[in-house]
């Protein structure tokens, strides 16, 4: 049970927003993070500033524990199963598709292009109808 | 330089994710559960930082980037099967956990021993793809392949 958060959520918004848009305005790039990921994995040449912007996202709540607000671990799965096979998909389906709730959902939609909104209309309809199956069909 | 801002922008991402409450899984959950205890918090974060890149992207849209040559807006606008198939395969996996690639990366501060096992199937699962592109197209043209989206 987690309770609705309008202002840290508005916040938060705001600040993934300006991050975006300072990426564009500084480095010319897209701030998706499957492809920032993705293009470390794959051959691509200009990886400094992926693992830069990876670093910064990860220390980003060590600041916040040395600041006093301490990050707990999230909840996740019992299976590890659910847990890799969860993984291959996001990993696999936000190649495929070329981005993720990042790159599509704010970066894309902030575009209006087509493609992101269409992208972002079938993965939030997914992920809703397995959470629907997961937790009130399969009583998970 | 470069290092520099890439960093500053991944922080200040992750401040925005960690605010919010977008790095636990259960929010997430919680907002993509409609017919549960529905916590509308996500789509909140999503308008907030729509407004903010939509008024951003616009007014840097045309100006060349401080530290780049040039631009890299991605330039697909086609509605095609891997769009489509990847998106629905990513929304099964975010629904099964409630990680997205950025909460994962910046959940790894926590140590959590399942949030290393859930990057590093991410990360094989975005290799698997590349290389099973790269088999799919060995004898084509991999440069009309196109540009990602982000």
Same mark, same amino acid.
């Given at each position: *049970?987690?309770?609705?958060?309008?202002?840290?959520?508005?916040?938060?918004? #705001?600040?993934?927003?300006?991050?975006?848009?300072?990426?564009? !305005?500084?480095?010319?790039?897209?701030?998706?993070?499957?492809?920032?990921?993705?293009?470390? !994995?794959?051959?691509?040449?200009?990886? #400094?500033?992926?693992?830069?912007?990876?670093?910064?996202?990860? !220390?980003?709540?060590?600041? =916040?524990?040395?600041?006093?607000?301490? *990050? $707990?671990?999230?909840?996740?799965?019992? $299976?590890?199963?659910?847990?890799?096979?969860?993984?291959?998909?996001?990993?696999?389906?936000?190649?495929? #598709? $070329?981005?993720?709730?990042?790159?599509?959902?704010?970066? =894309?939609? #902030?575009?209006?292009?087509?493609?992101?909104?269409?992208?972002?209309?079938?993965?939030?309809?997914?992920?809703?109808?397995?959470?629907?199956?997961?937790?009130? *069909?399969?009583?998970? | 330089?470069?290092?520099?801002?890439?960093?500053?922008?991944?922080?200040?991402?992750?401040?925005?994710?960690?605010?919010?409450?977008?790095?636990?899984?259960?929010?997430?959950?919680?907002?993509?559960?409609?017919?549960?205890?529905?916590?509308?918090?996500?789509?909140?974060?999503?308008?907030?930082?729509?407004?903010?890149?939509?008024?951003?992207?616009?007014?840097?849209?045309?100006?060349?980037?401080?530290? /780049?040559?040039?631009?890299?807006?991605?330039?697909?606008?086609?509605?095609?099967?891997?769009?489509?198939?990847?998106?629905?395969?990513?929304?099964?996996?975010?629904?099964?956990?409630?990680?997205?690639?950025?909460?994962?990366?910046?959940?790894?501060?926590?140590?959590?021993?399942?949030?290393?096992?859930?990057?590093?199937?991410?990360?094989?699962?975005?290799?698997?793809?590349?290389?099973?592109?790269?088999?799919?197209?060995?004898?084509?043209?991999?440069?009309?392949?196109?540009? /990602?989206?982000?």
């Amino acid at each position: *049970m987690t309770t609705f958060t309008p202002l840290s959520a508005a916040i938060g918004g #705001a600040l993934i927003g300006l991050a975006a848009v300072l990426l564009m !305005l500084l480095t010319g790039r897209l701030a998706g993070i499957s492809g920032i990921l993705g293009g470390l !994995l794959s051959s691509s040449r200009d990886r #400094a500033w992926r693992v830069a912007f990876i670093l910064g996202l990860i !220390l980003a709540p060590v600041a =916040g524990t040395l600041a006093g607000y301490p *990050m $707990s671990a999230p909840a996740m799965p019992a $299976s590890w199963v659910i847990v890799i096979a969860a993984a291959l998909l996001v990993g696999f389906g936000t190649r495929l #598709a $070329s981005g993720c709730t990042s790159g599509h959902g704010v970066c =894309g939609i #902030a575009r209006l292009s087509t493609r992101s909104i269409v992208a972002t209309v079938v993965f939030m309809s997914s992920a809703i109808v397995v959470v629907a199956l997961t937790r009130h *069909m399969l009583g998970g | 330089m470069l290092l520099l801002a890439g960093f500053v922008c991944g922080f200040i991402f992750g401040l925005g994710l960690l605010i919010s409450g977008m790095t636990q899984p259960t929010k997430v959950l919680n907002f993509l559960d409609l017919f549960g205890a529905w916590d509308p918090s996500l789509a909140v974060v999503m308008v907030a930082a729509l407004a903010v890149s939509g008024v951003g992207f616009a007014v840097v849209k045309q100006r060349a980037p401080l530290l /780049a040559p040039r631009n890299q807006w991605p330039s697909r606008t086609d509605i095609d099967r891997p769009l489509l198939i990847g998106s629905a395969l990513f929304g099964i996996g975010w629904g099964l956990v409630g990680l997205c690639p950025g909460p994962a990366l910046e959940n790894l501060a926590t140590l959590s021993p399942r949030v290393i096992v859930f990057v590093s199937a991410m990360a094989a699962g975005m290799v698997l793809h590349d290389f099973w592109q790269i088999q799919r197209y060995a004898h084509a043209e991999l440069a009309t392949a196109g540009a /990602a989206d982000g």
